[in-house]
Each structure stands twice: as C-alpha cells, then as structure tokens.
C-alpha cells in the first residue's frame, strides 16, 4: 500500500445478518496479509462482542454509528451498514 491515502484504504462490505461479524474483520486482515485467520490474535480480546450488537440490534440510521479499532497493524473502521475500511498502520 503506498502512494495517495486512499490507496492506502480498503474498503469491505461485512454481511451485517452474519453470525460473528469480528471474525468477518479477521478473515479480511488475514486476507490482507496472505495468512491464515487462525494465526492472528483473537478479535474478542480487542472487540468483545461490539459489532455483534451493532448489527443485531441496530440503532436508527440516522445514529451513523462508527466503530473505530486497532486491529494487528490496521486501524479498522465499521459503519452500522456494514461498511468497513481497512488501514494499514
């Protein structure tokens, strides 16, 4: 990733009806760095159960809730309508 700061965003839809939304987030860091979402740190140590609860019990739209993390060297960004970018640190 290098050049302008948008080359240095990837932006993911994560399905928002999908069982475990954090381990969506894993699978594309790990994507991201060609390895395996087994070798990457368990997400519940740094999102608990937070977008579960955003996409299963969503607030107004008009709330536009954000969340916003730090994730093995990306910070990571999920709106409530499952929009996601992905920045590498």
Known sequence: MSGSPEDDVVVRQLD???DDPALAVAEIVAELEG???ARLQPTYD????VLDHVFSTPPRP???IEI??????Y???V???GRAEFVKL
Do not use: M, P, V
């Open 62 to 64: 008009e709330a536009e």
């Open 46 to 49: 740094q999102l608990d159960h």
């Open 16 to 18: 928002t009806d999908a």
């Open 35 to 37: 390895t395996d979402a």
């Open 68 to 73: 916003s993390f730090t994730y093995e060297g």
């Open 75 to 77: 910070r990571i960004t």
């Open 79 to 81: 709106e409530q309508n």
